[in-house]
């Protein structure tokens, strides 16, 4: 009983503890200037003087003896090491600094305070107080603030800079943008001292950091901002209510209105089976649906880190076609949306795109066609990649057991010789480009190349009740057609008949007949017809009687 008595202490003081955590981190972010915020604290080093730690760090000199006598320090020319230092922020040397663009993806466009003549961002460029920064569609930029902090901007986005600053070589930072459309992703750095400060603002809201990941949008259309936190925490403000997000969490604010209720983020998507690497342009990636999602956002980046994003789209199902890029190793970023628009926690996966050069379009043979009497010509379309084109045949559909095996095949047709008849084979091809590189594979095709029936030849038997014709057997599965005509040249067809055996028996016809014979194949395909043969009627022994009276009435006579 005292055991689990002891469980439930530990369990309610960890409760306790962990709503203590989240009230001092709330208090850290809404009031970072608070009356102890305003004080920068330095510990001592050996050498330290009041004098020169002024000269150094402080507006004026001078202010050696109030920080004496704020801090009660004895010597000013001898103070102990690791003594704490009070030092009001409002006498800290200050000054305007700079943030950097680390990479750029398509269009961004810089407007600096002096000019409004727009400008190509390019890494290294400069971004000082003033300044302005857009982004076009498909494109994104990353930025480096001076305490290392930094954010992504995303496709259609516009950022003002209003307010960069640092506080001499004391490491805080003051980082304060707007975002006044669009979409940002920050990873701010813990920061140094009480002045330090990252702080977004959007027409409708301030989110304040301090150490944490977390992305913000503003839909200027809706007038509407979103928060989702990552890592850490982030202070919402709205319409003079602030609200604590803590990770995993986001909110929505709308202009002139307190922050939403945080919201827990929807999970991250499960992706189903997808070839890597990934072979055709136009492939789709699909996902499990998530309960509570009205849509998804999908990104695409070169790296893990997601510096820097090359593609952004939004589907409404749980599915969405990837774009036609460069053959490379690219990184996957899902998030399924709630109803606020709320974004939810990202599925990232990497995978390989190798779709170029572009493989050309098989043409002919049709797929699964039969060809005989004659080698198949395999044809395909003139791929705008290629300078030359890889072409492989195989008895077999994983190309194990292959026949023809041939590079740099320059047009887009090859006459397969190799190919004997009675077998089914499969062809595909590839393209080369100029420099070498080799492209996926085509569709798989399939042919098949079987002899020509055999044109029959019928031995011809008869007797005054029937007559009979017979021939040699042709291949396996097939069978006959005779057709019995009235005329030679078979205008009239008085029977067509089906045989399965290499042999018909038949009444001998009164009148004159002709008859003829071909070979049909399993797959129904006819070959020739053989010659033409005469059937003659029975003789009319009523001519002997005619002729013998004929006889007897001469000899009478």
């Given at each position: 009983?005292?055991?689990?008595?002891?469980?439930?202490?530990?369990?309610?003081?960890?409760?306790?503890?962990?709503?203590?955590?989240?009230?001092?981190?709330?208090?850290?972010?809404?009031?970072?200037?608070?009356a102890s915020a305003q004080e920068w604290i330095y510990t001592v080093v050996d050498?330290?003087?009041?004098?020169?730690?002024?000269?150094?760090?402080?507006?004026?000199?001078?202010?050696?003896?109030?920080?004496?006598?704020?801090?009660?320090v004895a010597d000013p020319k001898r103070i102990p090491t690791n003594t704490k230092?009070?030092?009001?922020?409002?006498?800290?040397?200050?000054?305007?600094?700079?943030?950097?663009?680390?990479?750029?993806?398509?269009?961004?466009?810089?407007?600096?305070?002096?000019?409004?003549?727009?400008?190509?961002?390019?890494?290294?460029?400069?971004?000082?107080?003033?300044?302005?920064?857009?982004?076009?569609?498909?494109?994104?930029?990353?930025?480096?603030?001076?305490?290392?902090?930094?954010?992504?901007?995303?496709?259609?986005?516009?950022?003002?800079?209003?307010?960069?600053?640092?506080?001499?070589?004391?490491g805080m930072v003051d980082s304060r943008i707007r975002l006044m459309s669009g979409?940002?992703?920050?990873?701010?750095?813990?920061?140094?001292?009480?002045?330090?400060?990252?702080?977004?603002?959007?027409?409708?809201?301030?989110?304040?950091?301090?150490?944490?990941?977390?992305?913000?949008?503003?839909?200027?259309?809706?007038?509407?901002?979103?928060?989702?936190?990552?890592?850490?925490?982030?202070?919402?403000?709205?319409?003079?209510?602030?609200?604590?997000?803590?990770?995993?969490?986001?909110?929505?604010?709308?202009?002139?209105?307190?922050?939403?209720?945080?919201?827990?983020?929807?999970?991250?998507?499960?992706?189903?089976?997808?070839?890597?690497?990934?072979?055709?342009?136009?492939?789709?990636?699909?996902?499990?649906?998530?309960?509570?999602?009205?849509?998804?956002?999908?990104?695409?980046?070169?790296?893990?880190?997601?510096?820097?994003?090359?593609?952004?789209?939004?589907?409404?199902?749980?599915?969405?076609?990837?774009?036609?890029?460069?053959?490379?190793?690219?990184?996957?970023?899902?998030?399924?949306?709630?109803?606020?628009?709320?974004?939810?926690?990202?599925?990232?996966?990497?995978?390989?795109?190798?779709?170029?050069?572009?493989?050309?379009?098989?043409?002919?043979?049709?797929?699964?066609?039969?060809?005989?009497?004659?080698?198949?010509?395999?044809?395909?379309?003139?791929?705008?990649?290629?300078?030359?084109?890889?072409?492989?045949?195989?008895?077999?559909?994983?190309?194990?057991?292959?026949?023809?095996?041939?590079?740099?095949?320059?047009?887009?047709?090859?006459?397969?010789?190799?190919?004997?008849?009675?077998?089914?084979?499969?062809?595909?091809?590839?393209?080369?480009?100029?420099?070498?590189?080799?492209?996926?594979?085509?569709?798989?095709?399939?042919?098949?190349?079987?002899?020509?029936?055999?044109?029959?030849?019928?031995?011809?038997?008869?007797?005054?009740?029937?007559?009979?014709?017979?021939?040699?057997?042709?291949?396996?599965?097939?069978?006959?057609?005779?057709?019995?005509?009235?005329?030679?040249?078979?205008?009239?067809?008085?029977?067509?008949?089906?045989?399965?055996?290499?042999?018909?028996?038949?009444?001998?016809?009164?009148?004159?007949?002709?008859?003829?014979?071909?070979?049909?194949?399993?797959?129904?395909?006819?070959?020739?017809?053989?010659?033409?043969?005469?059937?003659?009627?029975?003789?009319?022994?009523?001519?002997?009687?005619?002729?013998?009276?004929?006889?007897?009435?001469?000899?009478?006579?």
């Open positions: 009983m005292i055991f689990y008595k002891g469980i439930h202490n530990m369990d309610v003081m960890r409760n306790r503890l962990l709503k203590l955590s989240t009230i001092f981190l709330y208090i850290s972010l809404i009031f970072p200037y608070s050498g330290d003087t009041l004098s020169e730690f002024s000269e150094k760090h402080l507006y004026k000199t001078s202010y050696w003896k109030q920080l004496q006598k704020i801090n009660n230092l009070r030092i009001p922020i409002k006498w800290i040397k200050s000054q305007p600094t700079s943030a950097e663009v680390i990479k750029t993806e398509g269009k961004v466009t810089l407007y600096t305070k002096d000019s409004n003549a727009p400008q190509k961002s390019t890494p290294g460029q400069q971004i000082n107080l003033g300044d302005h920064l857009e982004t076009g569609a498909q494109s994104s930029v990353l930025i480096r603030f001076a305490d290392g902090s930094e954010i992504v901007v995303l496709q259609n986005s516009k950022v003002n800079f209003n307010h960069l600053k640092k506080y001499g070589e004391t979409d940002v992703e920050t990873k701010a750095k813990t920061q140094k001292g009480s002045a330090s400060r990252f702080e977004i603002h959007t027409p409708a809201a301030i989110s304040a950091v301090r150490g944490t990941h977390f992305r913000t949008s503003y839909q200027a259309e809706k007038h509407s901002s979103h928060i989702e936190v990552l890592e850490g925490g982030v202070a919402v403000k709205g319409a003079n209510r602030t609200r604590l997000v803590r990770s995993g969490y986001g909110t929505q604010v709308a202009q002139n209105k307190a922050p939403l209720k945080p919201q827990k983020l929807l999970p991250a998507p499960t992706l189903l089976a997808y070839p890597n690497p990934i072979e055709k342009i136009g492939s789709q990636i699909r996902w499990e649906t998530i309960k509570g999602a009205k849509s998804y956002r999908v990104i695409i980046s070169r790296s893990a880190e997601f510096g820097s994003v090359i593609w952004d789209s939004d589907s409404s199902r749980s599915a969405i076609t990837l774009p036609d890029l460069s053959d490379n190793t690219y990184y996957f970023q899902l998030r399924a949306v709630d109803q606020h628009g709320i974004e939810g926690i990202a599925q990232l996966t990497p995978f390989t795109l190798n779709a170029h050069p572009q493989p050309p379009f098989p043409m002919a043979p049709n797929n699964n066609e039969t060809i005989r009497g004659s080698a198949p010509v395999l044809e395909w379309t003139n791929s705008s990649e290629a300078n030359s084109y890889h072409l492989e045949v195989a008895t077999d559909k994983g190309f194990k057991q292959k026949i023809i095996d041939r590079s740099n095949i320059t047009g887009t047709q090859f006459t397969a010789s190799e190919l004997v008849a009675t077998n089914t084979y499969f062809w595909r091809i590839k393209s080369i480009a100029r420099e070498g590189e080799i492209g996926p594979y085509s569709a798989i095709r399939s042919l098949s190349v079987k002899p020509i029936p055999a044109t029959p030849e019928p031995e011809l038997k008869q007797d005054e009740q029937e007559i009979k014709l017979s021939w040699l057997q042709g291949l396996p599965g097939e069978s006959y057609q005779i057709q019995i005509g009235q005329d030679r040249s078979f205008k009239t067809i008085l029977n067509d008949i089906n045989a399965s055996k290499p042999e018909i028996t038949m009444p001998r016809p009164e009148g004159y007949r002709y008859i003829r014979v071909r070979s049909v194949a399993e797959d129904g395909f006819t070959g020739a017809w053989g010659a033409t043969q005469e059937l003659t009627p029975p003789p009319n022994e009523n001519w002997i009687y005619i002729f013998g009276s004929y006889v007897a009435v001469i000899l009478l006579l």
